[in-house]
Nanobody
Framework: QMRLVESGGGSVQTGGSLRLSCAAS????????MAWFRQAPGKEREFVAA????????SYADSVKGRFTISRDNAMNTVYLQMNNLKPEDTALYYC???????????????WGQGTQVTVSS
């Protein structure tokens, strides 16, 4: 079992930055691939970024490439999402997810957090 707790969301203006964190409890964090998804009001949940268990492989949605960076610290059981040059269309509830398999954008992750809200105003 793994519990995921996101933090770092907030309200920023267009062009601003935020760093999301996802703290994982439970053993063997370093054996899990991690990902970020987001869901805007009235829209389906969508993939943002994923990182392999050892951090050696990453995947990004086209909409965030060059602006967002996913990273992880296995010693701290934490995965991060650095978000730069934020746009109003990035406004959403951001979720952290974990799975032992490399799923990348496939949403069938075993474990999910409760989400942290990001709001970008123009």
């Amino acid at each position: 079992q793994m519990r995921l707790v996101e933090s770092g969301g907030g309200s920023v203006q267009t062009g601003g930055s935020l760093r999301l964190s996802c703290a994982a409890s439970g053993r063997a964090f370093s054996t899990y691939a991690m990902a970020w998804f987001r869901q805007a009001p009235g829209k389906e949940r969508e993939f943002v970024a994923a990182i392999f268990s050892n951090g050696g492989l990453t995947s990004y949605a086209d909409s965030v490439k060059g602006r967002f960076t996913i990273s992880r610290d296995n010693a701290m059981n934490t995965v991060y999402l650095q978000m730069n040059n934020l746009k109003p269309e990035d406004t959403a509830l951001y979720y952290c997810a974990a799975d032992r398999l490399w799923l990348a954008s496939d949403p069938r992750y075993d474990f999910w957090g409760q989400g942290t809200q990001v709001t970008v105003s123009s």
